[in-house]
């Protein structure tokens, strides 16, 4: 265990410190809205709690040129940027834990190896607000992942080493590392209970994969259908969301081709649509049973935890209300006040 | 040394290939010879692969996409496909030449469970282009035929000349160590020697041991349910009863999500399942 601590005073100076590990990124509000931008530490918002696109852009950017095609041979060129991406909470955190286990199964992506090699992931503690729920997902702490974590404590933070490139990276930032004392771990303790108080909204997540298996042929699907403007936005902003997408792509100024890879959707109509025109999943609600089955079962028979970290970003992006939390509670026959639920959809 | 290790680590590249040899198999299906071009991959690549299993075949420009392997690791050298002319990637390799280029990443996906089948009767039942992938297991077994207990193929397609290796099959069908009927839905010529009818009516044919049989299936869409019934009414175990299923990928490694199924990924836990999978999984088929 690796543990320090610096002075309120002192975090500014400490991150500008990390820049030189790589460019600094973090959350800057933009009007509503925050997100995961370049900027000086003075501009960061420390109290912000999700950012509108998650961090993993940093990761498996969305869209990037994985192949270039010139002159009959292929090339891969992609060097991502050095990168210090601070102010990820916890859920940001176990959803980086998620993406790391299934980009490196089976196969190792690259992409992502070399992304991940050249990001410093610093994260920071969070007070939830009325969206939070990842005390239901058991991702409201984290003990890996991360690089470093700092835990606000008011007039001081604590630093928590989480690997040996976070380790390797606070040589940049000696001079502002003080050694913890008792005091300061007994604060932390009192912030934690002060901190897991703080939940409002409450959501059962137990029993899901078998509830979701179970309820395969559910009305509630059909229902949630109908509603679904297939926007894809739920699938943009969730931390979890691997799915991609490869085409090709002509540059003609350069006269060579472009491999692009870019986020996906499946709840896009072509998701599943094959050459000849068959679609394995035309419907508006099979595509969405798969995303909720995906999340909600398959990870948790991969993984042993849902792909659910509790950041609420769907609860705050859905323009119809379809969320984790609207269809577990629908799923569960209780009462939610969701838009889908009480939508009257023709079927024209 | 770091570029060289990102060239070659790198899964998503493509390995060169040429065409070697192409020929019509029916009006829109055309089979393809092809030879990785750097000549130390040749063998261990095209030696090792497991009957089922596909490969990202793609052009530059174009696009990628999934295809069976319809050769077999017994005869290893080259690489065989076989490819209906129906989107813009086919439509571009049907104006390929002989010793024209291609590109391929893999081979990817399970491919048939060859080692569980050992000692087991084998029964095939091939429809339209679902021949392409049972062709590489049942070259496999002819290979290597003392391994296998008896084989039967059945084979049907809607008119002669649709029938895929048709001349291949007609000569296979000489061989006393294998049993193997073909069929048509319709003869409009009026000169085909064989069965007339959809493929099911081949069974009366069959006589296997029941409890030692691996079943395998392939076909369109329709024909599963139909065939599924006929390997139960003999007494086929869900767990032997095999089928190989086609969705779109453009990774092949279980990265990308479009062959998602449940939580299975099409490309890294099938394209080859069992009744039971399809069964257990809902929207397999």
């Known amino acids: 265990m690796r543990l320090f601590k ?68 292929w090339e891969d060129d992609y060097r991502p940027k050095r990168k210090v991406v601070f102010g990820l909470h916890p859920c940001g955190i176990h959803a980086l834990n998620i993406y790391h286990r299934f980009y490196t199964r089976l196969y190792s992506d690259p992409y992502y190896e070399r992304a991940k090699e050249a990001t410093l992931i610093v994260g920071l503690s969070c007070v939830p607000d009325e969206y939070c729920f990842c005390y239901a997902t058991g991702t409201s702490t984290v003990n890996e992942g991360f690089d470093l974590f700092l835990t606000d404590l008011g007039d001081r933070l604590l630093v928590w080493v989480g690997s040996p490139k976070g380790e390797e990276s606070l040589k940049l930032v000696g001079k502002y590392l003080e050694d913890v004392e008792q005091k300061d771990i007994s604060d932390y303790v009192a912030w934690r209970k002060r901190r897991d108080a703080a939940f409002k909204l409450k959501v059962d997540l137990d029993g899901m994969p078998e509830i979701v298996s179970f309820s395969y042929d559910s009305p509630v699907w059909e229902k949630m259908g109908k509603a679904c403007l297939s926007c894809g936005t739920c699938t943009m902003v969730c931390p979890t969301c691997t799915c991609f997408d490869l085409e090709d792509e002509y540059d003609l100024k350069r006269d060579e081709m472009h491999r692009q890879r870019f986020w996906y959707s499946c709840v896009f109509r072509e998701y599943s649509m094959v050459a000849g025109g068959h679609n394995f999943r035309e419907a508006r609600s099979e595509r969405l049973k798969l995303w909720y089955t995906h999340k909600l079962v398959g990870f948790m028979s991969e993984y042993g935890a849902p792909a659910c970290v509790g950041c609420s970003r769907c609860v705050v992006s859905c323009p119809v209300g379809i969320n984790v939390v609207s269809v577990v509670r629908a799923l569960r026959n209780e009462r939610t006040a969701a838009l889908w639920t009480k939508m009257e959809v023709s079927d024209a | 040394m770091h570029e060289i290790l990102y060239q070659q680590d790198n899964p998503y590249m493509p390995e060169r290939a040429r065409i070697v040899r192409k020929y019509d198999l029916t009006r829109d299906v055309r089979f393809f010879q092809v030879r990785l071009c750097n000549p130390d991959k040749v063998f261990p690549v095209t030696s090792t692969y497991s009957p089922g299993q596909f490969m990202m075949i793609s052009l530059p420009y174009v696009g990628e996409a999934p295809f069976s392997i319809t050769s077999t690791p017994s005869r290893p050298g080259l690489f065989e496909f076989c490819i209906r002319k129906v989107g813009r990637l086919t439509s571009r390799l049907f104006e390929l030449e002989e010793n024209d280029f291609i590109w391929l990443r893999g081979p990817f996906g399970n491919g048939f469970p060859v080692e569980s089948m050992i000692g087991k009767d084998l029964l095939f039942v091939a429809g339209g282009l679902g021949a392409a992938p049972l062709r590489s297991l049942l070259l496999y077994a002819l290979d290597n035929r003392d391994l296998f207990g008896k084989l039967f193929y059945l084979h049907g397609a809607r008119t002669p000349a649709d029938m895929l290796f048709r001349e291949e099959f007609f000569q296979l069908k000489q061989r006393k160590d294998f049993q193997c009927y073909l069929t048509v839905d319709q003869d409009p010529e009026g000169n085909w020697p064989f069965d007339k009818g959809v493929v099911t009516s081949l069974f009366k044919y069959v006589k296997v041991n029941p409890k030692n049989t691996a079943a395998v299936v392939c076909g369109p869409p329709v024909m599963y349910k139909y065939v599924v019934q006929e390997f139960i009414k003999l007494g086929i175990p869900d767990a032997n009863i095999y089928m190989t299923l086609e969705r779109k990928m453009k990774c092949g490694m279980g990265k990308c999500g479009q062959c998602v ?25």
């Open chain 2, 261 to 285: 199924v449940g939580h299975k990924y099409v490309c890294v836990d099938g394209p080859v399942f069992t009744l039971w999978d399809v069964k257990n999984i809902k929207g397999l088929i």
């Open chain 1, 6 to 73: 610096i002075k309120k005073s002192n975090l500014f100076p400490f991150l500008r410190g990390l820049e030189g590990f790589g460019e600094l990124w973090g959350p800057v509000r933009k009007g509503e809205k925050v997100v995961y931008a370049r900027a000086k530490p003075e501009e960061f918002d420390l109290k912000a709690l999700r950012t509108m696109i998650p961090a993993k852009k940093f990761l498996l950017p969305p869209k990037f040129t994985s192949l270039k095609f010139r002159e009959s041979r």
